[in-house]
């Protein structure tokens, strides 16, 4: 089993440019996220996904899309990227969330530069 | 306000030596407590996880205590490696429908030779 894989590793964006990060998994999980990383601060969750064709806002959401249009994938949008959005962005995914869940499972994270 | 906080913010220690890293939460109500190891440029692996009325568990060298009266936790490694180098998150997972995991800073651990 490959885990959570996130495609690309590194991105270099100009400000206003948009892109998209893939992350998919092979576990059959039900639930999917989307983290970023900044020095000095704990992960914080973007958005999630508690299945197919769902989607949910986490902490941070601002300027971020997302879609699980099908179960093992989980795609994060930037529609016009700004420099604060540079950031590590990891995905991870679980069998659940509810009532603490289950361990999440980790990609090894996008290194994502605005310019 | 749901918080985790970690300590030392960073640690150096040789090789072979032991240490102990702590972990203060004020996240109620509570359901369990990860910690997770995340080496340089990699995602966070799980170590181990707590619910309320477990006081401690193993995973190989790494020793998690968990007091949910003071609501401290402490992650122990014993005869230090250098593979150990990384940060170390402490995560508290709240009760309920929503779950919400709300994560520490880390605490960045260099072991030398």
């Known amino acids: 089993n490959a885990g959570v894989t996130q495609t690309p590793k590194f991105r270099v964006l100009k400000t206003g440019q948009s892109m998209t990060l893939l992350c998919a998994q092979d576990?059959?999980?039900?639930?999917m996220y989307w983290y970023r990383q900044d020095p000095g601060m704990g992960l914080r969750l973007i958005h999630y996904?508690?299945?197919?064709?769902?989607?949910a806002k986490g902490e941070v959401p601002d300027g971020y899309n997302v879609s699980r249009l099908k179960k093992q994938n989980f795609l994060l949008g930037l529609e016009s990227a700004a420099p604060s959005q540079t950031s590590v962005y990891f995905c991870?995914?679980?069998?659940?969330?509810?009532?603490?869940?289950?361990?999440?499972?980790f990609g090894p994270g996008t290194r994502l530069t605005v310019l | 306000k749901n918080q985790v906080e970690q300590s030392p913010q960073s640690l150096i220690i040789l090789e072979g030596k032991n240490c102990t890293l702590q972990c203060n939460y004020t996240v109620s109500p509570f359901s369990n407590l990860r910690w997770y190891k995340q080496d340089t440029g990699r995602g966070p692996v799980s170590l181990t996880i707590?619910?309320?009325?477990?006081n401690t568990k193993s995973n190989g060298r790494y020793t998690a205590t968990l007091d949910a009266d003071t609501k401290q936790s402490s992650l122990h490694i014993t005869a230090s490696q250098l593979s150990d180098s990384a940060s170390y998150i402490c995560v508290v997972s709240e009760w309920g429908s929503q779950g919400n995991l709300i994560f520490g800073k880390g605490t960045k651990l260099s072991v030398k030779p």
């Open positions: 996904s508690v299945g197919e064709g769902t989607t």
């Open positions: 991870a995914s679980s069998w659940t969330r509810q009532f603490g869940g289950d361990t999440q499972y």
């Open positions: 576990m059959n999980h039900e639930y």
């Open positions: 707590m619910t309320f009325s477990e």
